[in-house]
């Protein structure tokens, strides 16, 4: 009785050691790619919002876990992966720190960065009227279209003009509560935390449609190749970066480090690796400001 | 700043009330699943025949060593996989009602043992039956020492119910109405406290309710 009360504890504190070697190596990994960096860092006085962030030696990006292929848990290699954290990267590296990567939900995100929470947001953020009175975005760093995806064998869902009496799944605190509410205003939403609780809503077929980007919805077809996307376009959905209003030092930083990204190849070698290879379609990084965006998102709702 | 305050509640109040009527609807269906099953259960854990008390005992420790979120996910996402073809709201009061019914059960079964075994032992040697001892002698008894405990019950019940709106059910719960609101209106704090005023209001007059039946049934010491 006593050995096994002791072999338990061992194994217990045996456990409890190697998570903790876990958690160093990759520490000492994520160290070793950042000790190359391409060129020299410029560094910011200290007090200042970017001198501050290099002082303390890390930059907290909120991004989307459950998101791919923007951001996503990898149960692989237990690290969040994406397009939206290969961004969140060449911010961090840009300033010389060590990017870390929390989730931020479509519903705290905002809160999150006015509490100070977050400093950048990079989660698939729509630029619209109401939120950049609240935040700074950066310049849109991708269009994403609104669709509407359904299982293949459901007929009766043809577009959004057949969502009358049908339940319609989006995340809570996206911009799809309001477009469905215009353009199919008959649906029932079901608003979730989370997109991959859509997915499991219109598998389990409590739901019969989910709405939101087209990249979103290409993800499941990834996982679930019963479902397809299904009508026309609702919206255009140009993404930017969220900061807080006051951090304008940061905000040109980072518009800085997406006009050097859209530019020397990253943006091609990310989009092709994220999304092009399911896709098939070519990397566009937009051009159009922030103010272009607001316009767009305002036309595209109608 | 506290206009903006009283113009979160004003202009959103439709859906304040909406959320508010689908938590008491919850709240009032759970609350009749939990005390007729728990009753039910009770009766079964103090019954003499040791396999309805074991099953008893199964019932319990089931349902209350399972957090209420696991058990929405069993039983929503998990029973439609299986082809049965729940909605969410069912789904939610049961697993409320049955979850809050082990914690009732335990709660009676307590109030049980507080009833002296000799006058079990005489009203079974006055000839009641041992469902009759229950029904006319130990039961109302328990019952008036339970009821603070059983009070304690239903406001964590209704408490809990919020749980429902915030997991993958998504039903349009009153936490739901202040989420929502949060989420159009950036008005973070107001949009909770209006949410905490509404939960506040039906744990009161659950307060209210238990105060009048203790002060009627309880056992003065």
């Known amino acids: 009785m006593k050995t096994t009360r002791w072999l338990a504890i061992l194994a217990l504190a045996l456990g409890l050691v190697l998570a903790g070697c876990g958690e160093d190596d990759e520490e000492s990994g994520g160290a070793q790619e950042e000790s190359t960096p391409a060129a020299e860092v410029e560094q910011f006085e200290p007090g200042t919002p970017l001198g501050d962030i290099q002082q303390e030696g890390t930059i907290t990006i909120g991004v989307k876990y459950d998101v791919p292929p923007f951001g996503f848990n990898n149960p692989q290699s237990g690290t969040v992966e994406g397009f939206d954290v290969d961004l969140g990267r060449a911010i961090a590296e840009r300033l010389g720190v060590e990017p870390e990567f929390i989730e931020a939900i479509s519903d705290n995100r905002i809160p999150f960065l006015q509490d100070g929470t977050a400093d950048v947001i990079l989660s698939t953020m729509t630029i619209n009227e109401e939120r950049v009175e609240q935040i700074a975005f950066s310049d849109p760093y991708f269009i994403a279209k609104g669709r509407i995806l359904h299982k293949k064998d459901d007929t009766e869902i043809t577009g959004v003009d057949a969502l009358a009496g049908k339940s319609v799944c989006t995340a809570l605190g996206s911009t799809y509560e309001a477009t469905l509410k215009e353009q199919a205003p008959e649906a029932k939403l079901k608003l979730v935390d989370s997109y991959s609780e859509c997915l499991e809503s219109l598998q389990n077929g409590s739901v019969d449609a989910v709405s939101t980007d087209d990249v979103i919805l290409t993800g499941m077809i990834i996982q679930d190749d019963t479902l397809e996307l299904v009508g026309e376009e609702l919206t255009q959905e140009p993404y930017g970066a969220g900061i807080r209003t006051e951090n304008t030092e940061l905000l040109e930083f980072v ?24 896709t098939g379609a070519q990397p566009e990084p937009p051009t159009i400001s922030v103010d272009e965006a607001v316009e767009l998102v305002k036309q595209s709702a109608g | 700043m506290p206009f903006a305050f009283f113009d979160v509640l004003t202009d959103n109040f439709d859906a304040f009330a909406t959320g508010f009527g689908t938590t008491l609807r919850i709240v009032v269906l759970s609350f009749v699943i939990a005390m007729v099953v728990g009753t039910l259960v009770a009766a079964f854990r103090v019954a003499p025949n040791p396999w309805l008390q074991r099953l008893g005992a199964i019932y319990v420790e089931f349902f209350r060593n399972i957090p209420l979120l696991v058990l929405l996910f069993i039983s ?57 001892t229950l029904r006319r002698i130990v039961l109302p008894q328990a019952f008036r020492t339970v009821i603070s405990p059983l009070g304690s019950l239903i406001i964590a019940m209704i408490k809990n119910s919020a749980i429902l709106g915030g997991s993958i059910l998504a039903l349009d719960d009153l936490l739901k109405a202040g989420r929502v609101i949060q989420s159009r209106t950036f008005e973070t704090v107001p949009s909770f406290v209006w949410a905490a005023a509404g939960y506040l209001i039906l744990t009161g007059l659950a307060t209210v309710a238990i105060r009048r039946l203790e002060t009627r049934y309880a056992v003065r010491r």
């Open chain 2, 76 to 132: 929503f996402p998990g029973l439609r996989r299986a082809g049965v073809e729940i909605t969410a709201i069912v789904a939610g009061v049961a697993s409320l009602g049955l979850y809050t019914a082990a914690y009732v059960a335990e709660a009676l079964r307590s109030g049980v043992f507080s009833v002296s075994k000799g006058q079990i032992e005489a009203s079974l040697s006055l000839g009641f039956s041992y469902p009759q």
């Open chain 1, 255 to 278: 518009n800085e480090t997406f006009e050097a990204y859209k530019t020397d190849g990253r943006y091609d070698t990310a989009f092709e690796k994220w999304i092009g290879q399911y």
